[in-house]
């Protein structure tokens, strides 16, 4: 997202005249993607679907199952990213591998509530940027690009439901509400 804001500042700059090309050429040449520690993500994001486990309702067996099925399907996501496969693939094999670790909590009962788990963990395939893009730019008058980015992020949605149904199948847990 930084290196979208620098190059969204830049051009700003030359459509008001502050910048000529020769300057918005030399400050894009400058700009650098900094990217966190991919274990502090893995071990954030595992956090954040733990935690929404909790104020769902969720006891500490419900946080700790749900804290390593999304910290392991987080690392997976990370992996086939880095491999640079198309993101589709990408969210259904994590959705996949996420929902069958998590189902392991409702098959052997951890916690009191291990539906939870199933249903927190999954919580980071969910598209917020391109979703937030395309209403932006059907906003801001870009009809054309966010109806393309909306069906981005509803084919995405779609590729993780096929993971997660993937998985249920295979496990024989086949609904959130055992």
Request: hydrophobic share 55%.
């Amino acid at each position: 997202m930084r290196v979208v804001t620098q190059v969204q500042r830049i051009c700003i700059m030359m459509e008001k005249g502050i910048l000529d090309y020769h300057l918005a050429q030399k400050k894009l040449n400058q700009i650098s993607p900094e990217r966190y520690n991919r274990w502090l993500v893995v071990v954030m994001i595992g956090l954040s679907c733990a935690a929404f486990s909790r104020l769902a309702g969720g006891d500490w067996s419900v946080f700790g199952m749900t804290f390593l099925a999304s910290a392991i399907g987080m690392t997976i996501r990370q992996e086939i990213g880095h491999r640079h496969f198309n993101p589709l693939l990408n969210f259904s094999v994590t959705a996949f591998v996420t929902t069958l670790i998590s189902a392991q909590a409702v098959i052997y009962s951890i916690g009191a509530q291990p539906q939870l788990v199933m249903a927190s963990s999954v919580l980071m395939l969910v598209p917020g940027f391109p979703l937030i893009n395309a209403v932006a730019d059907m906003i801001k008058g870009y009809v054309n690009m966010g109806v393309a980015r909306f069906v981005f992020a509803s084919l995405l949605t779609l590729a993780t439901c096929l993971g997660i149904i993937g998985a249920m199948s295979l496990t024989d847990v086949l609904g959130w509400a055992q």
